[in-house]
């Protein structure tokens, strides 16, 4: 990378390539995958959410990992976006929380207050 316009550019085809991968989708969810995430039991998280999403035939949700989001002590981490609304993060988000997390955010579109990790 040799200028700031280059850089620019990276950044274009990045959020380009972002927004292809959810275009037609109603909402977004992320689950972190970093050391302590995955320690925290983030990769059931993931599944049971996946597995959720299954169960009532939702195909319109994209869901993704990212890796650590810099808040250990809330692991395992799930960010929700519905729409063109702020994504939301969520907090020691367990395999038990999945399904209310699901039918009252990404069905019903209203984040779950008790579970939001606030910075």
């Known amino acids: ?17 972002r927004r292809l991968a959810g ?10 995958m970093g ?4 320690a925290a039991g ?7 959410i996946l597995g959720e999403l299954e169960k009532r035939q939702i195909a319109d949700v994209v869901v993704t990992q990212t890796g650590c989001v810099g808040l250990c002590e809330y ?6 976006q519905v729409g063109d609304q ?7 988000i367990d395999t038990d929380r999945v399904s209310t997390l699901v039918e009252e955010h990404v ?7 008790k579970w939001l990790v606030r910075k």
């Open 1 to 17: 990378m040799k200028s700031l316009e280059e850089l620019q550019k990276i950044k274009e085809r990045a959020l380009e390539r």
């Open 23 to 32: 275009e037609g989708s109603r909402a977004r969810v992320v689950v972190a």
């Open 35 to 38: 050391t302590c995430g995955i």
């Open 42 to 48: 983030a990769r059931d998280t993931m599944t049971a």
């Open 75 to 80: 692991e395992p981490i799930v960010q929700v």
């Open 86 to 92: 702020d994504m939301v993060t969520y907090g020691n």
């Open 107 to 113: 069905v019903g579109g209203e984040p779950v207050e």
